[in-house]
C-alpha cells in the first residue's frame, strides 16, 4: 500500500492528507487572483482529495553548499508515495479542530515539568513571530528575528487582536509536531520523512536551483511570485506556482512554528 502523508508544515503538508488548490504554472500577477475565492477546502470527499502521487526514484539529499545541517550529501532511494499539493491551509485545520476539539501547544503552554527552568514568559500559551530587526547583527544569532508573543497561536497569528478571518485559504501556522501529527492520524494519514518532502520538493530537478534561484548571479533577488509577500506574512495557497513535474507548489519559504 503506498503511504500517505500529510504536509503540516510552516503551513503543514500532510502524507495522503489534504490540500487546497490544484497548482499549475501561472503568471506571478494573477497568482494572487487565483486563490481569491477558494475556501481553502479542496475538491473532492475521497482520501486523495487535493494530492499528487510522487513517483518513487534516487536522488542524491543535502547539500554540500549550504547549512552544515545540511551536509553531506548522499544517495536515497523513495518508494512513491502520495503527498499534499499545497500546505494545510486554516479552513483544513479548523475543519479538524471542531470535529475532534483540540488544542494546541501554543495554545495549552509548554509543561513546566518538561521545561525545567524555562521563563514564566515562555511558560504562557504563545508561539514566535518572524519579526525584522531595526538593526541585523550579522554576527549575531538567527534569534534576533524571532520575537515570543503571548497569545499568539493559529487562530491569532499575529497575536491577540489578529485573525484568520478571510484568510482560510492562506497555511495554517504556529503549528507544533505533536499538533501536525494530531492532524494527520486524524485523517489516518502520517508526515512525511525528510527525505520524502525533499524529493517531493526538487520535482524532478536535483541540482541546487529552488533554493540558489532565489538570487540571481549579482547577488539581487530574482523577480519570483514569491517575492511579492513579506516574509513576516503568508501567502494564499496557489499564490507560489508550481513548477514541478506533479504540479505540487513550491516548497522554499516560511511560515512560523511552535
Not at 504536509?7 to 494573477?30: H, I, K, N, Q, T
Not at 515562555?122 to 538567527?142: H, I, N, Q, T
Not at 548571479?217 to 514569491?226: F, H, R, V
Request: glycine share 8%; with cysteine.
Amino acid at each position: 500500500m503506498r503511504p500517505r502523508l500529510a504536509l503540516l508544515c510552516s503551513g503543514l503538508l500532510v502524507l495522503l492528507g489534504a490540500a487546497p488548490c490544484v497548482a499549475e504554472e501561472v503568471a506571478a500577477d494573477s497568482a494572487p487572483k487565483l486563490c481569491a475565492a477558494y475556501s481553502g477546502l479542496p475538491e473532492g470527499t475521497d482520501a486523495k482529495a487535493g494530492m499528487a502521487f510522487i513517483p518513487g526514484g534516487t536522488f542524491v539529499m543535502g547539500s554540500d553548499r549550504q547549512q552544515p545541517e545540511e551536509r553531506f550529501t548522499h544517495i536515497v532511494r523513495v518508494a512513491g508515495f502520495w503527498i499534499d499539493r499545497h500546505e494545510v491551509t486554516n479552513a483544513q485545520f479548523a475543519r479538524f479542530v471542531a470535529a475532534t476539539h483540540y488544542v494546541t501547544l501554543a495554545e495549552r503552554g509548554l509543561d513546566p515539568r518538561t521545561h525545567p527552568g524555562a521563563s514564566e514568559d515562555l511558560l504562557a500559551p504563545g508561539s514566535a513571530l518572524f519579526v525584522e530587526p531595526m538593526k541585523v547583527d550579522r554576527s549575531g544569532s538567527s534569534a534576533q528575528w524571532w520575537q515570543y508573543v503571548k497569545g499568539a497561536n493559529w487562530r491569532q497569528p499575529e497575536g491577540p487582536g489578529s485573525t484568520i478571518v478571510g484568510r482560510e485559504n492562506h497555511p495554517v501556522v504556529h503549528v507544533a509536531y505533536e499538533d501536525a501529527l494530531a492532524y494527520a492520524r486524524w485523517l489516518g494519514h502520517d508526515l512525511p520523512t525528510e527525505a520524502q518532502w525533499e524529493f517531493a520538493a526538487r520535482g524532478g530537478k536535483f541540482e541546487e536551483q529552488d533554493w540558489m534561484s532565489a538570487y540571481a548571479p549579482d547577488g539581487t533577488p530574482s523577480p519570483t511570485p514569491g517575492r511579492a509577500f513579506s516574509p513576516s506574512t503568508t501567502a494564499p495557497r496557489k499564490a507560489m506556482p508550481a513548477r514541478r513535474p506533479w504540479a505540487a507548489s513550491r516548497r522554499t519559504g516560511m511560515a512560523s512554528m511552535t
